[in-house]
């Protein structure tokens, strides 16, 4: 879920350099020459990708994302939760849709992907959250409560043993 940004784009070119990864990402903007030349970097690394637009809170949308990356490119190895919204503002004046935009894409997002991946037997799972879980930024409340939940979501996967899990706060 996600991995078209920047940082994503570096890891998923380390891991077609590494392993000829196959790699599918799953967004909600519409692709674009950004996301075309990071497929087109991946495959000149060894690897293939894909790109699929798709809302990661949306859990139907989800399934059929997820679906559709195993049509192309056969079973899930792994699966990296790496979408972000960044809606900063101050908590007393920010609205209802700023803070669910930044809140929901982690939490959300990361409950739909866990019940997506249900049943399938993956390597792992790794998230990227972030450090202002610890930090508490001014403005930054609503991105660090969906940080905050997916980082206990991602605990409570790891400790329920489904599979091995990895939590990146960047």
Same mark, same amino acid.
């Given at each position: ?47 293939? /990708? ?5 809302? /990661? ?7 059929s994302a997820v679906d559709q990356a195993v049509a192309a490119f056969g079973p899930l190895n792994g699966a990296i939760h790496s979408a972000l919204v960044l809606r900063d503002g101050m908590l007393l004046r920010m ?16 409950? /739909? ?12 799972? /790794? ?44």
């Open positions: 879920v996600g991995g078209a940004g920047g940082i994503g784009q570096v890891l998923s070119q380390d891991l077609a350099r590494r392993h000829g990864a196959k790699l599918t990402w799953i967004g909600r903007r519409v692709r674009d020459d950004a996301i075309d030349s990071g497929i087109a970097a991946i495959r000149e690394a060894g690897g293939d /990708a894909q790109y699929l637009s798709a809302d /990661a809170t949306d859990p139907m949308a989800l399934a609205g209802e849709a700023d803070l669910l935009a930044a809140f929901d894409v982690k939490a959300r997002g990361g409950l /739909a992907l866990a019940r997506t991946l249900e049943g399938r037997d993956l390597d792992f799972l /790794a998230v990227f959250s972030s450090a202002v879980v610890f930090t508490a930024n001014p403005g930054q409340a609503n991105y660090a409560a969906g940080s905050a939940f997916l980082d206990a979501l991602v605990g409570e996967i790891g400790r329920a043993g489904r599979w091995p899990v990895c939590t990146i706060d960047w």
